[in-house]
């Protein structure tokens, strides 16, 4: 697109994004993948990216011979915050060969006997949840679908993956909650750079690194706990803490291992909360989906209150909802990469050294990728759905 600014380059697009009906960032993007093509050229100051969204060239950028580096996110800038967020942590850890010794430790805990000896704690807070809902359900008690999920995904991560008890859903733990929202909001103001010189945030700022110093203490308390429980031989939860622990041989540096406890503890339960939110909302609008939703869920559970892992895996249509929730609604719109060397993408020379970037959300939303691509349909994921 043509750039607006000799000096800010395409940045005032982004400021005029809100003046149409709220849109976001990634909806300026879609526009424009609609209108110049699968290569979209963005120049922000001195600095141009690149907009990747043909699935075959993004396959080629993202599973390559050589590895492409990722670019920082907001989600490891700390300048913000004058304080150490997620560092070096899984999602913001810059270095293939750092990052893949990190990845081979976490995927010991996601093994499928890993994730079916969790099942009891997946039961456990779902039925806190359904509980508390049903005591509301009385017509007339308004309830945050988003809160109350983003509380049972909380209490889930923390005891699934560190096995501590956070009691979200029940109103326990409040400061922790308040301070986890703060970080969240943080994240977000990141991409305001120029924040920090502005005396009206000065306040807020001071909020959100008092939380992340907070997060981070409760993190070193907790893997201090764990390691001496170890030491001492006891009998300790088989949980991702635990993995990491006794990969690290000594060998691991603490502050790390904080930050991918915060990054877990922050980045594991709001992408599923969003997704699971964001869901709940399409329910309530296609009453059709959500009877045939409930008919699998009578057929295969029945009046079972407590699930197992196969039972998980004979919900067919429900595997289609969420699906069809993540391509509609992705709680993480995309992803960075760095081009390490020049390389022809859909016709057009992109130079070394280019950042790339993949929106999930802008492709899920293209016409040319999905029939119809703002309605609602689970079928699309269905079996026999043309490909």
Same mark, same amino acid.
């Given at each position: ?6 000096l800010?380059?395409?940045?005032p697009?982004?400021?005029?994004k ?6 976001m960032?990634q ?5 424009w993948?609609?209108k110049?093509?699968p290569?979209v050229?963005?120049?922000?100051f ?5 907009i990747?969204t043909?699935?075959?060239s ?5 599973f ?7 670019v920082?996110?907001c989600?490891s800038?700390q300048?913000?915050v004058?304080?150490?967020l997620f560092?070096q ?7 293939y060969?750092?990052w893949?010794k990190?990845r081979r ?5 996601f093994?499928r ?9 997946f039961?456990?807070k779902a039925e ?6 049903e005591a509301k ?10 809160d109350?999920l983003?509380?049972?995904t ?5 005891k699934a993956?560190?096995?501590?008890e956070t009691?979200?859903?029940?109103g326990?733990q409040?400061p922790l909650? *308040? ?5 969240l909001?943080?994240?977000?103001a990141s991409?305001?750079?120029?924040a920090k010189?502005m005396p009206?945030k000065w306040k807020k ?10 997060l981070?203490?409760?993190g070193?308390?907790?893997?201090q706990?764990r390691?001496?429980?170890l030491?001492r031989g006891e009998?300790?939860?088989?949980d ?6 006794k ?6 540096d603490?502050?790390i291992?904080l930050d991918?406890?915060v990054?877990f503890?922050?980045a594991?339960h709001?992408?599923s909360?969003n997704?699971?939110?964001f869901?709940v909302?399409?329910?309530s609008?296609?009453?059709?989906i959500l009877?045939r939703?409930?008919?699998e869920?009578d057929?295969?559970i029945?009046?079972?209150r407590?699930l ?6 004979r919900?067919?249509?429900l595997?289609q909802v969420?699906?069809?929730s993540?391509?509609?609604?992705p709680p993480?719109?995309?992803?960075? *990469?760095?081009?390490e060397?020049?390389t022809?993408?859909?016709g ?7 950042p790339?970037?993949?929106?999930t959300?802008v492709m899920?939303r293209m016409d040319?990728?999905?029939e119809?691509?703002?309605?609602f349909?689970p079928?699309r ?7």
């Amino acid at each position: 697109p043509v750039s607006p600014s000799f000096l800010l380059g395409h940045l005032p697009y982004f400021w005029k994004k809100d003046e149409v009906c709220g849109r976001m960032l990634q909806d300026v993007f879609l526009d424009w993948a609609k209108k110049y093509g699968p290569v979209v050229r963005v120049n922000v100051f001195h600095k141009t990216s690149v907009i990747i969204t043909s699935p075959e060239s993004v396959k080629l950028t993202l599973f390559p011979s050589t590895h492409h580096s990722p670019v920082p996110s907001c989600f490891s800038r700390q300048a913000f915050v004058s304080h150490r967020l997620f560092g070096q942590g899984l999602v913001s850890e810059c270095d293939y060969e750092r990052w893949h010794k990190q990845r081979r430790v976490m995927d010991l805990a996601f093994s499928r006997s890993s994730l079916v000896s969790l099942m009891e704690t997946f039961n456990e807070k779902a039925e806190q949840l359904v509980e508390i809902l049903e005591a509301k359900a009385d017509g007339q008690t308004p309830v945050s679908m988003q809160d109350m999920l983003t509380c049972a995904t909380m209490d889930i991560l923390a005891k699934a993956a560190f096995g501590m008890e956070t009691g979200m859903l029940l109103g326990a733990q409040k400061p922790l909650s *308040r301070k986890v929202k703060l970080i969240l909001e943080g994240i977000t103001a990141s991409r305001n750079t120029l924040a920090k010189f502005m005396p009206g945030k000065w306040k807020k700022l001071r909020e959100i690194r008092e939380s992340v110093r907070f997060l981070r203490q409760v993190g070193k308390d907790w893997v201090q706990r764990r390691r001496e429980a170890l030491k001492r031989g006891e009998d300790v939860p088989a949980d991702i803490l635990t993995q990491i622990l006794k990969a690290e041989e000594g060998a691991q540096d603490d502050e790390i291992l904080l930050d991918n406890f915060v990054t877990f503890f922050i980045a594991g339960h709001e992408t599923s909360a969003n997704h699971l939110a964001f869901t709940v909302m399409e329910l309530s609008r296609q009453p059709e989906i959500l009877a045939r939703l409930q008919a699998e869920v009578d057929e295969v559970i029945g009046s079972k209150r407590h699930l197992d892992c196969d039972d998980l895996g004979r919900l067919q249509y429900l595997s289609q909802v969420l699906k069809e929730s993540l391509r509609l609604y992705p709680p993480a719109w995309g992803t960075f *990469r760095l081009l390490e060397e020049e390389t022809l993408i859909d016709g057009v020379r992109v130079p070394g050294n280019t950042p790339l970037l993949f929106s999930t959300y802008v492709m899920g939303r293209m016409d040319t990728y999905f029939e119809d691509p703002l309605t609602f349909n689970p079928d699309r994921f269905s079996p026999k759905a043309p490909k």
